[in-house]
Structure formats: C-alpha cells, structure tokens
C-alpha cells in the first residue's frame, strides 16, 4: 500500500471514494458536484488530502483542513473525512491515513489535530481513541445552518 498526498489526476477516483463517504453519512450520491468540489479544494489549496493506494486503486482518502487557534496562536488542523473503501476495512489503513494526518500535523509545527464524528459512528468512535485522539467532554459543541 503506497500512502501519498492526492493530485489532481486523482480526482475520478477520489470523487469516487468521497460520494461513498457522504452517502455513509446520508446524503445524496452526486459524483459530478464531488468532483467540482474535490477540484475547487485541491487548486485553491484549501485543503490536504492524503490517499491510500493498492495496485494503482485509491482505497481510503483523509481530508484535512487548516484553521486557527487564537488562544494556542497557531496553526490547527480539523481532520474532516476519513473514509477506506469497506472491501479494504480491517487492514490498518485508516490509522495508516490519521498517522500520515499527524506528520503533517508536526511538520507544520501546528498545535494538532482535531475532529468530530457522529454519536453513531460506532467504528470511528472506537477508532480515534485507538489512534491517540481524546474525547473533550468539557466543551460543547454548537452549529448554525443557513
């Protein structure tokens, strides 16, 4: 398995990983706006996103953005998707994929990670722990939709 930061000609591929992710998370397939998304992310440099590949297949994607911590004064990174294709689930390549978030964590001297997941994401909320993420109980969080 080769871990590698996505380019461009990736974005078939990716675009296809990225619609199984957002229908995991019920909403509708829609390839075409995934991939308009995926492209507008990775020319603007608006976010990192490292995939897993086997045999020239794109297996598993992260996806990370840059934000800020006013109160740390430095750069974070909110880790946003992570998804592996369920045929390849079970070998490792998720933490594979969070090991590679957290070098680009430390190689940009940033404060570190941070992520949310569903209440209901039974292998996520088991995964994260596993990987070194802690639970902050002592926070809450809010949202606004337009």
Not at 124 to 136: A, C, E, Q
């Amino acid at each position: 398995m080769i871990l590698r930061q996505a380019v461009l000609k990736d974005i078939k591929q990716l675009a296809a990983l990225f619609n199984q992710y957002r229908i995991f998370y019920e909403q509708e397939s829609d390839i075409k706006a995934a991939v308009v998304f995926l492209t507008q992310r990775l020319k603007k440099e608006e976010s990192i996103i490292f995939v897993a590949e086997e045999e020239n297949i794109l297996i598993g994607f992260v996806q990370l953005y840059p934000i800020f911590s006013s109160t740390r004064m430095k750069r974070l990174w909110l880790l946003n998707d992570l998804f592996v294709n369920p045929k390849y689930r079970g070998k490792g390549v998720s933490i594979k994929l969070i090991d590679q978030a957290k070098a680009l964590a430390k190689n940009t001297n940033s404060a570190g990670l941070i992520l949310e997941t569903a209440k209901t994401n039974d292998i996520g909320n088991k995964l994260y722990p596993k990987t070194g993420f802690v639970l902050d109980k002592g926070h809450n969080y809010y949202s606004w939709d337009t």
